[in-house]
Each structure stands twice: as structure tokens, then as C-alpha cells.
């Protein structure tokens, strides 16, 4: 049996490995930046929350650290892709998934720039204005904040859809084991709901936060068993690759007692 074949054909450990630790050190990072974030009133409320964003000093400096750790998250996507793939086969489902990938980054750019830079001038501006000019103000801030749902909408869309596609893949390729596709495919349809609720809504709503909730919680369950899986040595692995064990060989000079005398 050719070996060498095989072990051509079989993906990148090494990528998987760094993939998924990224994935988990990127939503690590997320989440130690959140408490940061002001969120005591209701996001919704625009009165309440606009004042809550205009006392915020750091608000700037939090959204720049919420953009480098979605960075890592999706670098770990783009790693672990480029992990299932195998070497010398090209993947149009892997080249799409990495699409994907892409413009949710250059998605999250544009959101955290409205969010992170616009939105806090806006209230800023309509905190320190004049008692005349305070309308005018108040609605240029609500502008803003309607952009970012819409921007909001938008880059849960498509990370779910690149989180649906990794799920594919993983359930395609059998690199890692295959029920995990399972949560990244219920994880990026979350994503997706989430987003099309926040274009309806906003950042309230039953619709929305349940969806929020699945959709962190099934990617989080990915990460971690992908991780797992791909530090964790085992033979099923390379049974469902296709890449079976070599059958044992025999030593020079022995002799089955059935082989022909010469």
C-alpha cells in the first residue's frame, strides 16, 4: 500500500491546531473586552443609552480592542478552512467559506468605524448642544444608530453565512470529527437570524436575543471540541480521511509458510 499517497492527501493538522485556538482565543478576547462596553440601559431607548455613550471615556478605545479580537475569531476561521483543505485538491466550497470570511472582516470594519467613531461624535455632540439645537441633534444621533443596525444586520448575516460554510466543510471532510459541523451550521443560522432581527428591531427583542444566545453558545461549542479533536491524537481520524493504517510488514528474510519455494 502506498503510504506516501495518503499522507499527501491528508489535511494540515498543524492548521486545524491554530485554527480553532484562535477561534477560541478570539471569542476569549470578546469577551474580556465586553464588560467594558457601557450597556446598562437599553439599547433602544436612545434617550437613555445616548447619554450612557456620551459619559463613556473609553468608548473608542473599547471598540478598537471588540475589532482586534473579531480579527483573531476570523483569521481562526480562514486557518481551520485552509486546514481542511487537502493538499493538492482544490475546494470551491473552501474558497467560498473563505469569501465569506473576508467580507465579514471588511463587514466589522465599517460597523466598528460607525459604532466605534461616528456614533460616539453624534452623542457627544447632541450631549454638549444647546437647548435649540437639541432635536436637530438628537435625530442626526438616531441617523447614525440606524446605520449601525443596518451595518449591525448585515455583519451577523454574513459571518453566519461564513459559519454555516465552515460547518459544511467540516461535515464534507471528516478532518475533525464530523458532528461538530453540526453546531457551526446551527451556530451560523443563529448568526443570520440574529442579523435579520436587528435590521426589524434593533437590539431588542425575544427574536433577537434568543438567537444571540444559540448562536454564541453553538460556535463556542464548536471551537472548543474542534479544539479538542485537533490536539487530541486519534485513529478515527484518519479511518474517516481515508487514510487507513499501512498493514504491517513483514521483516527482510521471513518467510510465510504459504509463499512458493522458489
Known amino acids: 500500500m ?3 499517497a495518503n499522507i499527501n492527501r491528508s489535511p494540515r493538522p498543524t ?3 491554530v485554527g480553532a485556538l484562535l477561534i477560541v482565543g478570539g471569542a476569549v478576547a470578546s469577551l474580556a473586552v465586553e464588560p467594558f462596553h457601557p450597556s446598562h440601559e437599553p439599547p433602544d431607548n436612545h434617550p437613555a443609552v445616548f447619554a450612557e455613550y456620551a459619559a463613556s471615556h473609553d468608548w ?3 471598540h478598537l480592542a471588540q475589532f482586534g479580537a473579531f480579527l483573531i475569531l476570523l483569521a481562526g476561521l480562514l486557518v481551520l478552512l485552509e486546514g481542511l483543505r487537502r493538499p493538492g485538491r482544490e475546494s470551491l466550497l473552501i474558497r467560498v467559506g473563505e469569501a465569506a470570511t ?3 472582516a471588511a463587514v466589522m ?3 466598528q468605524g460607525v459604532d466605534g467613531v461616528a456614533l460616539k461624535h453624534a452623542v457627544d455632540s447632541w450631549a454638549a448642544a444647546p437647548a435649540e439645537a437639541r432635536a436637530a441633534a438628537f435625530r442626526d444621533a438616531e441617523t447614525v444608530r440606524w446605520i449601525e443596525w443596518a451595518m449591525a444586520g448585515y455583519f451577523r448575516v454574513v459571518l453566519g453565512i461564513a459559519v454555516v460554510l465552515l460547518g459544511v466543510a467540516v461535515l464534507r471532510s471528516g478532518a475533525v470529527p464530523r458532528w461538530t459541523g453540526v453546531f457551526a451550521v446551527v451556530a451560523g443560522l443563529a448568526h443570520v437570524t440574529t442579523g435579520t432581527a436587528i435590521g426589524y428591531d434593533g437590539f431588542e427583542g425575544g427574536v433577537k436575543e434568543s438567537a444571540n444566545l444559540v448562536s454564541w453558545a453553538g460556535l463556542m461549542v464548536f471551537a472548543v471540541a474542534v479544539t479538542i479533536a485537533a490536539w487530541w491524537p486519534r485513529r478515527h481520524t ?8 499501512p498493514a504491517a510488514v513483514e521483516p527482510v528474510g521471513h518467510r510465510s509458510e504459504h509463499a512458493p519455494s522458489a
Open 60 to 62: 473608542i478605545a473599547v
Open 109 to 111: 470594519a465599517v460597523l
Open 2 to 4: 502506498d503510504t506516501t
Open 102 to 104: 473576508v467580507v465579514t
Open 238 to 245: 484518519d479511518i474517516a480521511a481515508g487514510n487507513h493504517l
Open 15 to 17: 492548521s486545524q491546531r
